[in-house]
T-cell receptor, first 110, second 114 residues
Framework: GQNIDQPTEMTATEGAIVQINCTYQ??????LFWYQQHAGEAPTFLSY????GLEEKGRFSSFLSRSKGYSYLLLKELQMKDSASYLC???????????FGTGTRLQVTL | ETGVTQTPRHLVMGMTNKKSLKCEQH?????MYWYKQSAKKPLELMFV???????ENNSVPSRFSPECPNSSHLFLHLHTLQPEDSALYLC?????????????FGPGTRLTVL
């Protein structure tokens, strides 16, 4: 079976740094995606990792360790608009067959 | 219009009704997907179409019937649904349907089955 785990909720302060972890156990692996979803809106693509290491994109970075089945999303200089759910998804097939975690709801406070 | 659009945005239907959800993508992609998002549950992949052929059907009940007439349009036909089918139905598209391509999601249809 497929299993992807993320914390359910996190709270952080505006201007701070927050790390959202994701661990996975899947029957196949062809890359890991992070999506952001604001309440009532569609998920939007943030990052993609297929090789081990860190991918940096502005205030957001994502890390992957395939041997540990582990990824994290790092958000720097938090802003109020970063309050959203962050979804970890693993591509388990040759097509874009994504298996999602339940998502981490991040609340940014003043 | 740009991106992925879905209609209707909200739908309320009885268990004996027949309705259809529509998705259109304006990104030039050739793979399209239906996902179901229920409260407190992960997004679940329902169907995958690549180059207008269905390549994935994740054990979805037959009361959900997808149709992909061309690479820009995707439908989900609904009939004799159950209350537990109430959820947000999201359409997505990607280029080529290969593993490294990000999927772009539409805003979803909020479905309530009475």
């Amino acid at each position: 079976g497929q299993n992807i785990d993320q914390p359910t909720e996190m709270t952080a302060t505006e201007g701070a740094i927050v790390q959202i972890n994701c661990t996975y156990q899947t029957s196949g692996f062809n890359g890991l995606f992070w999506y952001q979803q604001h309440a009532g809106e569609a998920p939007t693509f943030l990052s993609y990792n297929v090789l081990d290491g860190l991918e940096e994109k502005g205030r957001f970075s994502s890390f992957l360790s395939r041997s540990k089945g582990y990824s994290y999303l790092l958000l720097k200089e938090l802003q109020m608009k970063d309050s959203a759910s962050y979804l970890c998804a693993v591509n388990t097939g040759t097509a874009s067959k994504l298996t999602f975690g339940t998502g981490t709801r991040l609340q940014v406070t003043l | 219009e740009t991106g992925v659009t879905q209609t209707p945005r909200h739908l309320v239907m009885g268990m004996t009704n027949k309705k259809s959800l529509k998705c259109e993508q304006h990104l030039g992609h050739n793979a399209m997907y239906w996902y179901k998002q229920s409260a407190k549950k992960p997004l679940e992949l329902m169907f995958v179409y690549s180059l207008e052929e269905r390549v994935e059907n994740n054990s979805v009940p037959s009361r959900f019937s997808p149709e992909c007439p061309n690479s820009s349009h995707l439908f989900l036909h609904l009939h004799t649904l159950q209350p537990e089918d109430s959820a947000l139905y999201l359409c997505a598209s990607s280029q080529d349907g290969t593993s490294g391509r990000a999927s772009y999601f539409g805003p979803g249809t909020r479905l309530t089955v009475l």
